[in-house]
């Protein structure tokens, strides 16, 4: 999906920048760049799929999972960039005459973004929760941006092209108002790819369920020093069980092996549970 998106972006990016330049729509030329910092992110993606697939080797001993969350700050990044630089060419021209957009085919364009768009947003968002890649789904949201923004971009352009050059200035104030609403999704893609690197905890839901494996488990009298983080959309974790003081190591190591099996059973995006067993105090 991230190739086809790919593709769809470069002749996405292509189309509306030129047809923006032609018919004189800064609309239109913001939303062409919108694809265009989807293209960035395409290519990101791409490549950190590729790097997080990699096994674990001398210097990465926990693997390159992490890749991901790197690759979904990248791309966060570059929509505030793209959109920072719209917003402020459109307000620094705001004040400039001109006719608007002298055509239709601006319109047009910003409309079939929206269908186009808006299909690789589910098709992309339904790959990445099944593959439980935060990297794919925060392109998936870069999709879904693109829609909303064409379909401002349309609302703003038809009003110019309906108005003429009284409301020329329609076309600038969308581009600013796609521009405010890109830099809030790029932020919280940047939010979320910095909780992934700073391990942060799972949800107050999932560690519910994971105490409750734990502690259906037969032979486990108690646990404690429980932690778990996420990484890039799979959880890792330890634990320390507490057991019966007299039985024998096997005994033990059957008990920890029971309480990894239900711990992912009861959580599948857990991929990793060290557990430690200790004899009750």
């Known amino acids: 999906m991230t190739v086809t998106g790919m593709v769809t972006n470069v002749f996405l990016t292509i189309a509306k920048v030129a047809v923006g330049l032609l018919f004189n729509s800064a609309a239109i030329i913001a939303d062409g760049l919108h694809s265009g910092s989807d293209l960035a992110s395409d ?23 992490r890749y991901e969350a790197i690759v ?15 917003g402020i060419e459109s307000i ?55 829609a909303f923004s064409s379909l401002a971009a349309a609302v703003g352009i038809a009003g110019a092209t309906v108005g003429g050059p009284r409301w ?5 104030l969308t581009a600013v108002v796609l521009a405010a609403f890109l830099v809030i999704i790029g932020l919280n893609i940047i939010r979320g790819a910095m909780a992934d690197l700073s391990d942060r905890a799972p949800d ?29 959309g799979i959880i890792e974790m330890d634990v320390h069980v507490q057991v019966a ?20 059973k ?15 105090e």
Not at 72 to 86: D, K, Q, T, Y
Not at 118 to 129: K, P
Not at 168 to 172: G, K, P, Q, S, Y
């Open 168 to 172: 020329a200035f329609l076309d600038h």
């Open 204 to 232: 107050p839901a999932v560690k519910e369920r994971i105490h409750a494996a734990i502690c259906a488990i037969k032979g486990v009298v108690g646990f404690h020093a429980c932690r778990a983080r996420r990484s890039a």
């Open 43 to 65: 290519v990101a993606v791409l490549w950190g799929i590729r790097a997080a697939r990699r096994p674990a080797d001398a210097d990465h001993q926990y693997g390159h999972s």
């Open 266 to 280: 009861a959580v599948p995006e857990v991929t990793d549970v060290v557990v430690h067993v200790e004899p009750e």
């Open 245 to 264: 003081p007299d039985i024998t190591v096997r005994a033990g190591h059957d008990i920890a092996t029971a309480v990894e099996e239900a711990v992912q």
């Open 72 to 86: 979904s700050m990248v791309v966060g990044f570059l929509l505030v960039v793209a959109a920072l630089w719209v």
């Open 92 to 146: 620094s021209t705001m004040q400039v005459k001109h006719g608007g957009p002298t055509s239709w085919l601006p319109f047009w364009a910003a409309v079939a973004t929206i269908a186009v768009k808006e299909v690789l947003y589910w098709l992309t968002v339904r790959v990445g929760r099944k593959h439980r890649n935060s990297s794919i789904v925060a392109n998936a949201w870069h999709h879904r941006s693109d």
